[in-house]
């Protein structure tokens, strides 16, 4: 499995939101250009995990995001902190509406 997320945008519209079940895992939203500007996580005490997250994100959403892309993982946590490392080592910074997480927690990832 690659470090990054490198699924196809999907357009954060209640039409693809049926494509999508409510399982567990990852996501990230992007603005209209494809600039990541959320990465979030459907865990156990989610209400309909996946589909649930992008729903309360299309109702409103954070930072200007228009598009998004899923990824099922049992092992949500360690992703999402995966996904926020590989993001911060490429930018410097942590996506615009990751204003919860406390970059002190995630250590530090190299990805190549």
Do not use: C
Not at 88 to 106: E, M, Q, Y
């Amino acid at each position: 499995m690659a470090v990054r997320l490198d699924k196809p945008w999907m357009p954060l519209t209640a039409e693809s939101l049926k494509l999508i079940a409510s399982h567990l895992g990852v996501y990230q939203l992007a603005n209209e250009a494809g600039d990541i500007v959320y990465i979030g996580v459907a865990g156990a005490r989610t209400l309909f995990g996946l589909k649930g997250e992008l729903q309360k994100a299309m109702d409103d959403p954070p930072a200007g995001a228009m598009q998004f892309r899923v990824e099922v993982n049992m092992a949500y946590r360690t992703r999402h902190f995966e996904l926020l490392q590989a993001y911060w080592s490429d930018h410097g910074v942590l996506p615009a509406a990751n204003t919860d997480i406390d970059t002190r927690s995630l250590g530090q990832l190299r990805p190549g």
